[in-house]
């Protein structure tokens, strides 16, 4: 975007602010919430704005003054060295509004679902998928999101073939939708008695939380079954029909949730994750250049498909789309380096959409 076409970009959104700080002011209850939303979205990005013209009515006073014959050498001297640093100020300023005018997924502020499936590599990729979940669950607590756990498989030896579980928190899915696809692991497996390392794989899938709103669900659409939960839970497991699977006729898309004792809540949380499955596919079907649908972010679960490879001889984990290699694997499976990755594949996408809009393209979600 050139610079009049920022600076026409940005002259709309202050209009925009100025205009909205208006009709509040006379809003009916009906409308103000609405209004007050957009202004609330809004006003930060006015902020940025406005610094950002600051500091360029700064550099050229400061550029008129040292273009000024009549200004003496030790005014000029002062001059050019706050210029440097203005300088410097503005090109900060600048990408924090290019940044800001980046168009934003509309899922990002949402909680979200989480799917990890054993892949290639039999019980050692259950037990990864297994050490996966845990991470997962660890760097929810760690942000102070809430994680509940819907549907386990497990195997005799404490892995699991697959796992749906919800994080609940502002923000889930704009830092986890980049945690999609192969997840592979080099290690040693408890099941080896040569002590060869082995090389498996499991499939993480990210879908953001649909809300009621967002997809209407026809019931006839829906073959609802309840059965006896499976797995830890003493006695009551074995006695009441509370798990609920709910099949999506129309797609074939089948859900499970058994975590809880009540088959109500069980059901609810069932239809919640079917409705995100669901919204999955249309996002996907609207945005193909995003890898969003969930068969193509889990790919075919095959050890040469990987987005990351956890390496537990070496401590070492490497991010193969951004480069990105830390040898600090024992910190990223408790959850706290897992946010240093998570950070460099969100900066990593804001450059690369920065780069896309300075060329004039026009931006996807």
Known sequence: MSLPDLDRRLDSIL????????????ADPASYAPLAKELAELEPVAERIEAYRRARRELEGLDQLLADPATDPEMRALARE????VEARLAGLERAVRKALLPKDAADERSAILEIRAGTGGEEAALFAADLLAMY????ELRGWRFELLDVAETDLGGIKEAVARIEGKGVFAELKFEAGVHRVQRVPVTEA??????SAATVAVLPEAEEVDLALDERDLEIDVFRASG?????VNRTESAVRITHKPTGIAVVVQDERSQHRNK???LSLLRSRLLERERAAKSAARAADR????GTGDRSERIRTYNFPQNRVTDHRIDLT???????MTGEALGQIVEALVTADEAARLAEAGRGTELGT
């Open 15 to 26: 209009a925009r602010r100025d205009e909205l700080t208006a009709l509040l002011a006379e």
């Open 232 to 236: 830890a839970g003493g006695q009551h």
């Open 82 to 85: 706050e210029r440097a640093g």
């Open 137 to 140: 669950r660890r760097y929810a």
């Open 326 to 332: 830390l040898y600090a694997l024992d910190r990223v």
């Open 295 to 298: 068969r193509v972010q889990v």
């Open 194 to 199: 040569g002590g060869r390392i082995h090389t």
């Open 268 to 270: 609810a949380r069932a």
